[in-house]
């Protein structure tokens, strides 16, 4: 088969780690016999430098033409620590999701048993867990009317939701669970706001549909206490944009294996994949970063978008067994071993697939 | 000196434990020569119970009259799983805590060293943690216009702040730091919402009011995550109400100590006191609730209410006692050791201050 895919390497180690992914990704297709055309885009800080806005036209154009994206990291330190700037990366990110109807963000949290000591938590806490979150990435708080009232002294943010939003993220959370466990559960805030009673009633309503499938409701409070407490005790929660923003990066510390989640945005008009780490500014161009979030986030790709199973989990084999042989970035080399280099990684995944 | 306390036992184990705190306190002011007069009212599911509403007038007098208020807990099954009834119990809460105008949780995490091994996160990553969270408790989402529109279809809650708001709340922030370790993070998601950015660049200008304060500024989901990676990094933080819910009840998960944590809401009218606990309502009258939460919530309320330091460090420096002689309830009983019953502990408390 062929695929285009469009390329948004961004900032910082983005380009680093995006090239490993290609290597494999281009390794993997001649493997099974696909053809990959990568069309490179500008996204973030570079692209605010190079044409004054983060996320150009031109890069929606490709990324519309695209069969999926495959998304790097972004933020540059010259534009942070100053949230109230006219023009910083993440607007991009925002206005990518919208334009792009990316409206569910799928982030599992896993772990592998060589990097389980990595874990803040004790061992027996976190063993075993592998769960994923659907956030809804499109709407809420987020994109809701927001400012100032009273010569700057009032700001408001209006988080609003519609049923529809709610059920078509919900859909997809009731479709993964059945794939998986068949365990949903709904995090909300319905003892105190309305969009969460109406997200409540929206998946209670849809229980029906899916008889096999177990739904519990709990408190967002509840949700970043047990996440600590019992996260095995997990398996699918879906939730709002602002909760899933707070819980999904608090499930990724919990594996020890942060540096190592990928994660998809999907939606109506395409999908996107992308590592769930930044874009990590001090070690741009070094060749010490760890590619490996990026590499499984093409292996979702090769499975999600374009039904490639095969080829998705003979990428995940080698990643495991990259990591079982400790062939492995400055950030999981063990005390006293060499620490490999992200292109070395890469070439090892490539020679060893 | 003499002093009036409301005593809002509420629902659940809360008369249990409540019942310890006040033989507690009784036992300090005789021994320091105080003279407490305990005024008992209704709220919670009793308070519906008995009058229909959750937070009655009279509760509210009782409240204001007094120089504090000592509370248990409030919740009852029969109320639950239905945030869409008419009458809750938390709403008697929210309305509570906007009549007192208690408009700032201070929610300690501290570790006691005989149970750092009941922390879910291994001993060296928690070890040391002391922080305190100022959390807004009258503003926000909680108690923005909310609703609904298109006959039912689409939800809204808006959040609001001004910067009168934030600059109470930042103040209250900026002493406690002052009498601490000097370091302050004020916790918002500037990057996206406009209310954070209010309450950015109003701590921002506080910050040549007190030149010793360190203050930082980070991104709830980066706090999220730092919880639970490097908990004793952090001092005193401040954040608004949704953040503040979400952050504290994770942070209080992470000491292993969660039944032992004591909180406050301080405000304009006064001052009230609770265990971070709930009303553990399969535990009612079974005599096994831990009142340690509520006792050290009582003398939270001895030094920041009456400002009486010497009795309130004779309630912990007792409770330490208790718990490294191993006088401690089922929760908190080794294995095969005996459990005490919750009036047993109380009992060991006042024999023993
Ligand atoms: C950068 C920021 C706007 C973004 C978000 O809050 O969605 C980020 O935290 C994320 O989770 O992708
Ligand atoms: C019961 C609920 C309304 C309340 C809140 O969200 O404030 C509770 O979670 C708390 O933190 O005291």
């Known amino acids: ?12 180690i983005g380009p680093e780690v995006i090239n490993e992914a290609v290597k494999v990704s281009d390794a993997i297709a001649k493997k099974f016999n696909h053809e990959i055309t990568w069309t490179p885009a500008l996204t973030g800080a570079c692209a605010i430098d190079a044409v004054g806005v983060p996320y150009p036209d031109e890069t929606h154009e490709i990324c519309m033409a695209a069969d999926a994206v495959l998304f790097g990291a972004i933020g540059h330190p010259k534009y942070d620590n100053d949230p109230s700037a006219p023009v910083r990366p993440e607007q991009g990110l925002l206005l990518m ?15 592998f048993p060589s990097l389980i000591d990595n874990s803040p938590l004790k061992r027996e806490r976190i063993e075993g867990t ?19 009232r009273d010569g700057g002294e009032t700001a408001f943010d209006n988080c609003v939701y519609t049923r529809a939003e709610v059920q078509r993220l919900a859909k997809k959370g009731f479709e993964l669970a059945m794939t998986r466990s068949k365990k949903l559960c709904c995090v909300d805030k319905a003892n105190v706001l309305e969009t969460s009673r109406l997200w409540r009633e929206t998946v209670q309503a849809m229980e029906k549909d899916y008889p096999e ?11 970043a206490m047990r996440l600590v407490q019992w996260p095995n005790s997990y398996d699918v929660l879906i ?35 992308e590592p769930i780490h930044g874009s990590y500014p001090q070690a741009t161009g070094l060749n010490i970063a760890n590619p490996l979030a990026t590499v499984l986030s093409a292996a979702m790709m090769f499975e999600d978008a374009f039904g490639l199973k095969e080829e998705a989990a003979a990428i ?38």
């Not at 499938?213 to 949700?223: C, M």
Request: glycine share 10%; aromatic share 10%.
């Open 130 to 148: 592998d769960l994923v979150f659907l956030r809804e990435l499109t709407g809420g708080i987020y994109f809701g009317e927001k400012g100032r």
């Open 213 to 223: 499938v177990t739904v519990s409701y709990e408190f967002v409070d509840a949700v």
């Open 97 to 111: 999701r919208k334009k792009l109807g990316l409206f569910a963000n799928v982030r599992p949290t896993f772990t």
């Open 1 to 12: 088969m062929k695929y285009t895919i469009a390329l948004l390497a961004g900032d910082g």
């Open 239 to 273: 939730t709002e944009n602002l909760f899933g923003d707070i819980l999904t990066d608090e499930a990724s510390v919990i594996s020890g294996s942060m540096g190592l989640m990928p994660s998809a945005s999907v939606g109506e008009h395409t999908s996107l994949y």
């Open 316 to 353: 995940r084999a080698v990643v495991n067994k990259s990591l079982e042989q400790g062939i492995v970035t400055e950030d999981l080399a063990a005390k006293g071993a060499t620490a490999y280099k992200t292109s070395d990684v890469g070439d090892w995944l490539v020679a060893n697939l």
